[in-house]
């Protein structure tokens, strides 16, 4: 999956701050004006997973900080459902004023290909605000299989067809499309069990019931470390700092297998644009924040930041990859 490295952070602040500057003077006093009267009140941040998923996690450390700065409260409103689907068309109706922020992720490129219909048009309906975080994906399984590594687990889910389970964080979301990728380019048989968000799932492995998943790293990392998950590989092109003896899906016998879950914040189509570039600018300063850094390097998650302009270009080509992805699976939710 191709990520915004440091460099393109840095070169996404520079933009941001230059078009923020020229928002401004295009607009006027009025604008400047309505800029600086901006937030007047709490914003809510609309996070369309449950509470004390990976998503949710990285949300609330980007909305405390942001309300610090901004000076009002970010509210967090969990709207979890049909793929994220509930809370992003709950935004894509909102007033278009900013005080109704989506905190997105990938699935938001994923249900346009998974959905004959949907309630809103990602690219008509919402604006990008900025691409703000990617958690990797992890292969974990349950300690009571006989396997070490990932070359033994695909040599044991090859003898053993059909008789493992794997879960997910849904149907069609990207912890059910990587593991799906995965098993379809091996060979393996297994069967799927979906769940509503990845928090029953992880418990569900823990117990026995299914037996493997991809999972995002933040959401099995206390499990692998009190042993109650056993960590094969992660999903990212280089080993994660957190886990630095768990190798890579691709240096383990699949070169250039890379999934992650991204994350980003997108606002009401019609937003103005003071406002977006407003809210870019303290996310930006918020991921360049040390203490916001090291709470996300501490769930694994890594920040990256962009401009609304790359960020929307960033969406469009997602849209457009993850549509052959979920062809090749034939998934569809409706």
């Given at each position: 999956m191709k990520l915004f490295t440091t460099s393109r952070l840095r070169s996404g602040l520079i933009h941001a701050c230059v078009m923020m500057g020229l928002g401004i003077a295009a607009f006027g006093a009025p604008a400047a004006h309505a800029q600086?009267?901006?937030?007047?009140?709490?914003?809510?941040?609309?996070?369309?997973?449950?509470?004390?998923?990976?998503?949710?996690?990285?949300?609330?450390?980007?909305?405390?900080?942001?309300?610090?700065?901004?000076?009002?409260?970010?509210?967090?409103?969990?709207?979890?459902?049909?793929?994220?689907?509930?809370?992003?068309?709950?935004?894509?109706?909102?007033p278009a004023d900013g005080y109704t922020v989506l905190y997105n992720t990938s699935s938001i490129v994923l249900s346009p290909a998974l959905y004959k219909s949907l309630s809103y048009d990602v690219q008509r309906d919402l604006a990008p605000v900025a691409l703000t975080a990617t958690v990797p994906l992890a292969l974990v399984v349950n300690p009571s299989l006989p396997v070490n590594s990932m070359k033994e687990f695909v040599d044991y889910?090859?003898?053993?067809?059909?008789?493992?389970?794997?879960?997910?964080?849904?149907?069609?979301?990207?912890?059910?499309?990587?593991?799906?990728?995965?098993?379809?380019?091996?060979?393996?048989?297994?069967?799927?069990?979906?769940?509503?968000?990845?928090?029953?799932?992880?418990?569900?492995?823990?117990?026995?019931?299914?037996?493997?998943?991809?999972?995002?790293?933040?959401?099995?990392?206390?499990?692998?470390?009190?042993?109650?998950?056993?960590?094969?590989?992660?999903?990212?092109?280089?080993?994660?700092?957190?886990?630095?003896?768990?190798?890579?899906?691709?240096?383990?016998?699949?070169?250039?297998f890379e999934v992650s879950a991204w994350q980003g914040l997108m606002v009401p189509a019609k937003t103005p644009e003071p406002i977006i570039k407003r809210l870019n600018s303290e996310l930006m300063k918020a991921l360049q924040n040390p203490e916001v850094q090291k709470k996300l390097a501490a769930q694994g998650a890594i920040a990256l930041g962009s401009s609304p302009e790359e960020y929307g270009s960033y969406v469009k080509s997602e849209l457009a990859r993850w549509s052959k992805i979920v062809k090749q699976t034939g998934v569809s939710l409706d």
């Amino acid at each position: 999956m191709k990520l915004f490295t440091t460099s393109r952070l840095r070169s996404g602040l520079i933009h941001a701050c230059v078009m923020m500057g020229l928002g401004i003077a295009a607009f006027g006093a009025p604008a400047a004006h309505a800029q600086s009267a901006y937030p007047s009140k709490p914003i809510t941040l609309v996070v369309p997973f449950p509470p004390g998923g990976p998503t949710d996690l990285v949300a609330r450390v980007l909305a405390q900080k942001m309300g610090e700065q901004m000076g009002q409260q970010f509210i967090v409103d969990n709207r979890g459902g049909a793929n994220g689907n509930i809370g992003s068309a709950l935004v894509a109706k909102a007033p278009a004023d900013g005080y109704t922020v989506l905190y997105n992720t990938s699935s938001i490129v994923l249900s346009p290909a998974l959905y004959k219909s949907l309630s809103y048009d990602v690219q008509r309906d919402l604006a990008p605000v900025a691409l703000t975080a990617t958690v990797p994906l992890a292969l974990v399984v349950n300690p009571s299989l006989p396997v070490n590594s990932m070359k033994e687990f695909v040599d044991y889910a090859k003898a053993n067809p059909g008789k493992l389970s794997y879960g997910s964080a849904g149907s069609g979301n990207i912890t059910h499309l990587g593991a799906f990728q995965f098993l379809q380019a091996n060979g393996i048989d297994a069967v799927h069990v979906p769940y509503k968000g990845s928090a029953p799932a992880d418990a569900d492995l823990v117990g026995g019931q299914i037996q493997f998943m991809t999972d995002t790293i933040n959401s099995v990392a206390s499990f692998v470390r009190d042993k109650r998950m056993r960590l094969l590989a992660v999903t990212t092109p280089k080993r994660i700092p957190i886990f630095p003896d768990a190798p890579t899906v691709a240096e383990s016998g699949m070169p250039g297998f890379e999934v992650s879950a991204w994350q980003g914040l997108m606002v009401p189509a019609k937003t103005p644009e003071p406002i977006i570039k407003r809210l870019n600018s303290e996310l930006m300063k918020a991921l360049q924040n040390p203490e916001v850094q090291k709470k996300l390097a501490a769930q694994g998650a890594i920040a990256l930041g962009s401009s609304p302009e790359e960020y929307g270009s960033y969406v469009k080509s997602e849209l457009a990859r993850w549509s052959k992805i979920v062809k090749q699976t034939g998934v569809s939710l409706d």
